[in-house]
């Protein structure tokens, strides 16, 4: 594929621009021939390119002339350059200014996002996900684990959730989740978040249970605290302890080396009175190659 085609598909999903949150080009599923190492996403008046890898400067000169025709033609007010390879400075606004702070808005709720780190604060290849809790939310108590900044949780009171209980260790990563919800006027009065290593503070999010819903988003990798391959089951372990009786588990990963059944496995063998009921479907802006290297988010619900 070439880079005109490429302009014609980043500008085909351009075609209805809103402030919606939206990836505009994913590279990342090799969906795309020699452009595996290229993301773009549109979020609000900001046009966000990622470079996965160092590529050649004369092509990365020629895409970043196309990137700032399109950031041109579509009233963007930014253009911003992240190189994921490098280890500092990795994000550059090649036009207008880089935001110390700035919203993604996803079905009209805000979420905080800022440049300062690799992510910036939300991930929006999960938005069927917060759609699927929006779904089931209403009155239930809901736990969230590896929350992040909290976007799951935000959904969920937004929707009518009647608790939820966000977990990760991050503090700085729960302080924008706290923003999160008083950006969208959400009563935090219902929200729970413990700063803490899930693996070793069962009884602290016990206490808050039992869950109804139980959502399971944690990193593949994340060097000295998860590794997906030897932690996952710990968590499928305690699901007894935590589950309400009709309770619906939302089981998410994205590790192109582990496919659905890896999951699976884990619920038949350590949470065997939980039965598969379906994957969700990823976004058709998040083409893969193949399903069962892309994001994988499963749903379970206890019999």
């Known amino acids: 594929m070439n880079i005109d085609k490429l302009k014609e598909i980043i500008l ?5 621009k809103s402030v919606e949150f939206k990836r505009v080009f994913h590279g990342r599923g090799n969906f795309y021939e020699d ?3 290229l993301v773009v996403d549109s979020i609000n008046d900001i046009l966000l390119v990622t470079l996965f890898e160092k590529i050649d400067e004369k092509i990365e ?4 002339k196309v990137f700032d025709e399109i950031y041109a033609t579509k009233g963007f007010k930014s253009l911003i350059i992240q190189r994921r390879y490098l280890k ?24 905080n996002i800022n440049f300062s780190n ?10 069927i996900g917060r759609e699927f809790i929006q779904d089931i939310c209403k009155d239930k108590n809901v736990l969230n684990l590896f929350s992040y900044t909290c976007a799951f949780s935000v959904a969920a009171i937004s929707a009518g959730a009647s608790k939820v209980v966000n977990v990760d260790m991050s503090k700085s990563a729960l302080t924008i989740g706290r923003e999160n919800h008083r950006i969208n006027s959400l009563d935090t009065k219902k929200v729970k978040f413990m700063p803490y290593d899930i693996l070793k503070s069962w009884n602290r999010i ?9 959502i399971i988003d944690p990193p593949s990798f994340q060097k000295g605290s998860f590794a997906a391959t030897r932690d996952y089951e710990k968590i499928i372990k305690r699901l007894g302890e935590l589950a309400a009786q009709e309770c619906v588990v939302l089981s998410c990963l994205n590790a192109p080396e582990l496919d659905t059944s890896f999951i699976k496995n884990i619920f038949c063998e350590f949470a065997s009175n939980f039965t598969f009921e379906k994957r969700l479907k990823n976004l058709d802006t998040f083409p893969a190659i193949d399903e069962e290297k892309a994001l994988k988010n499963l749903v379970f619900k206890k019999e």
């Open 88 to 111: 500092e400075n990795m994000n550059e606004a090649f036009r207008g200014k880089l935001p110390q702070s700035a919203i993604a808005i996803e079905n009209a709720l805000k979420y």
């Open 61 to 64: 000169a020629s895409l970043i």
């Open 118 to 127: 690799q992510n910036i604060g939300i991930f929006s290849d999960m938005k």
């Open 12 to 16: 085909s999903n351009l075609e209805n």
């Open 35 to 37: 452009f595996n190492y």
């Open 206 to 214: 016990k206490k808050e249970g039992p869950y109804d819903i139980i």
